[in-house]
């Protein structure tokens, strides 16, 4: 059984094409800018068997045309690695592609199963600077970036995925650093600049959570399109949106 908080028909923001979005529960990080803190809990969501996911799938694969198909996120999906391992190979099976959403801190023998049968991850780096990394996530960032290695040598797909948040990962200093990090990875076909939002902060009120940035204003647009240009610095061949 797997533990799912929620779906997502008809996405199109969890990568390629339109896509079934399966929502996890349980999350290992706890970023301060979270916008499911809902889904942090290991013990909420609902257990579901893996045939009503691929049931899901199936009947919207119509849908999917040529890039679409299913995205696993959360919360954090490889905490549930073992489990959806034989819910890969199914789809597989079914010819649907799939994408893992994933903050990369976990790399057991588990997870690599599920990375192998995976077309593209969605890799979520939060902060280079690995002290900066502890103040946002509340967390290491070495096993992420150590999760990118594996990716690249197995030549697995990546999209960086890097949520810009004032005064906590939008310093030119940090985005060079990361960009010179990744810059020599040709398993790296997209990055994403996501905006920092409010749009949960009315969960944490909900669930008696104080939400620690609500002195953080949203981004500028000059802030998202220098952001961009540093990136694209970098990775000239790489789409970066």
């Excluded at 940090?174 to 990875?185: G, N, R």
């Amino acid at each position: 059984m797997i533990r799912v908080h929620s779906y997502e028909s008809m996405g199109t923001y969890d990568g390629p094409g339109i896509r079934l979005v399966v929502f996890l529960q349980g999350c290992n990080f706890r970023c301060l800018y979270c916008a499911n803190p809902d889904t942090i809990t290991g013990e909420g969501g609902i257990l579901t068997d893996p045939k009503e996911i691929i049931r899901k799938a199936v009947s919207e694969k119509p849908f999917f045309g040529k890039k679409g198909g299913v995205t696993f996120s959360g919360g954090e999906p490889t905490i549930q690695a073992k489990e959806l391992i034989p819910l890969f190979k199914r789809l597989k099976e079914k010819d649907i592609h799939i994408c893992v959403d994933t903050n990369g801190s976990l790399l057991n023998d588990d997870v690599k199963d599920l990375f192998s049968l995976t077309d593209l991850v969605l890799l979520d780096i939060k902060q280079f600077n690995s002290t900066r990394h502890q103040l946002l996530a509340k967390n290491d960032n070495q096993p992420t970036l150590r999760t990118a290695e594996w990716l690249e040598q197995r030549q697995i797909q990546i999209w960086l995925r890097y949520v810009l948040v004032p005064d906590y990962s939008d310093s030119e200093e940090d985005i060079i650093a990361l960009c010179e990090h990744f810059q020599s990875y040709q398993t790296i076909r997209r990055i994403e600049i996501l905006p920092y939002h409010t749009l949960g902060v009315h969960k944490y009120e909900s669930l008696g959570m104080p939400y620690l940035l609500n002195d953080v204003k949203q981004n500028a647009p000059e802030q998202l399109a220098h952001a961009k240009e540093l990136f694209l610095r970098y990775f000239p061949e790489v789409r970066v949106n």
